[in-house]
Every structure is written in structure tokens, then in C-alpha cells.
């Protein structure tokens, strides 16, 4: 079925740091993916999503771009901040329910000042 | 407008007990679905329901059940309860496809 690895974190950066969380799939096809945050204590909510290859998915200064050569839909940004820390969740849909989703492990980072 | 609601938001149970999570999606979505997330890992598929129907059923064991009921609430149900059921059990619910939005759990641990 279809499935995501995440590299393993914790993932510690100074802030202004440059992050990229990688992020490889197996498939059937070509479906949707998604990174999604989850804040300390609270549920998960969506970053950013890509809906086919070459797609880029952006929000909050954050990209992914999708790329069916490589399978991959590694996190990226620029400049992180200490409001980023968080745990971050590569996803995909479940092949067996179309509208739900199979997730990464979740890479955690921490941003000091 | 309010987003997705689940309680109890912690809950304590000893082994062998029974369990009943709720779940209410944002107004106007049909489909919801639950995840076990284990601490340190990732949300596991539990069930995903659209329209009252079950449409998908991740690898999880007969001890755990759900329904949806018209208002499109829905509720799991664990029963004779392991410790390794202890986790965060996340309830998220979509327009019927894309995007899904998550409540912030019940936490459960059994003793």
C-alpha cells in the first residue's frame, strides 16, 4: 500500500536556520501528498499540499516540491523561527479509504534563539 | 465556526474496560475519520465513515468500532481495553475528499 518515510528527527537549529525535512513515498500512481504540523499539545493541521508531479506546495514560508523521479516531497524553509518548533507529518492517502491518509513517524524540531 | 470537537479530552481506564470517544466535524462535512497516534509516532488509520457508511478500515483489531449517525457525529468504541492502547486518539473530518481537519484528541491511558 501506500506509505511515507520521514528521516528521523529530533531536528535542533538555531532560528534563521535553513531546514529541509526529507521525505520519501512508495505509490500506486500518482496521489496527493501532504505535510501536516502538529503544535505541542494540540491536533494536527495541515502545511502545505501538492496534488500532482512537479507541483509545488507552499504556505507560511514553507515548500515542498513534489517530485515523481526522485519520489520524494522533501520540507523546506528558508528561515526558521522558534514559533516553528514543532512535530511535522509527511502524509499520503490510504489506499484502502480514499479519504483518509497514511503518515510518516513525524520528524520533531526544535528552533532555539 | 467551531472546528472539529472531540471529548472527553483525557481519559483514564483500567485494563479490560470499555471506551467511548466522540467526535463532532466542522458543519457541512460528511466524512470523518479516526488515528491512533502512539507517542513518538505517527497517526495510525483506525476508520474513515462518509454518509453513516464505513469506507475504510485500517489494520486495527475487532475490539475496535465506530459509528457515524446522521448529524455526521461519530463515536469510537474500544472494548477490553490493553495498556497498549494508551494513546492520543485524533478524530478528523473533511468536505468527502483533500484536506482533512483534525480535533485535538482524547488522550486515553489505561492503567
Known amino acids: 500500500g501506500n506509505s511515507v518515510t520521514q528521516m528521523e528527527g529530533p531536528v535542533t537549529l538555531s532560528e534563521e536556520a535553513f531546514l529541509t525535512i526529507n521525505c520519501t513515498y512508495t505509490a500506486t500512481g500518482y496521489p496527493s501528498l501532504f505535510w501536516y504540523v502538529q503544535y505541542p499539545g494540540e491536533g494536527l493541521q495541515l502545511l502545505l499540499k501538492a496534488t500532482k508531479a512537479d507541483d509545488k506546495g507552499s504556505n507560511k514560508g514553507f515548500e515542498a516540491t513534489y517530485r515523481k523521479e526522485t519520489t520524494s516531497f522533501h520540507l523546506e524553509k528558508g528561515s526558521v523561527q522558534v514559533s516553528d518548533s514543532a512535530v511535522y507529518f509527511c502524509a499520503l492517502p490510504n489506499l484502502d479509504s480514499g479519504y483518509a491518509l497514511n503518515f510518516g513517524k513525524g520528524t520533531s524540531l526544535l528552533v532555539t534563539p | 465556526d467551531a472546528g472539529v470537537t472531540q471529548s472527553p479530552t483525557h481519559l483514564i481506564k483500567t485494563r479490560g474496560q470499555h471506551v467511548t470517544l466522540r467526535c463532532s466535524p466542522i458543519?457541512?462535512?460528511?466524512?470523518v475519520s479516526w488515528y491512533q497516534q502512539v507517542l513518538g509516532q505517527g497517526p495510525q488509520f483506525i476508520f474513515q465513515y462518509y454518509e453513516k457508511e464505513e469506507r475504510g478500515r485500517g489494520n486495527f483489531p475487532d475490539r475496535f468500532s465506530a459509528r457515524q449517525f446522521p448529524n455526521y457525529s461519530s463515536e469510537l468504541n474500544v472494548n477490553a481495553l490493553l495498556l497498549g492502547d494508551s494513546a492520543l486518539y485524533l478524530c478528523?473530518?473533511?468536505?468527502?475528499?483533500?484536506?482533512?481537519?483534525f480535533g485535538e484528541g482524547s488522550r486515553l491511558t489505561v492503567l
Open positions: 458543519s457541512g462535512h460528511k466524512s
Open positions: 478528523a473530518s473533511s468536505p468527502g475528499g483533500g484536506e482533512l481537519f
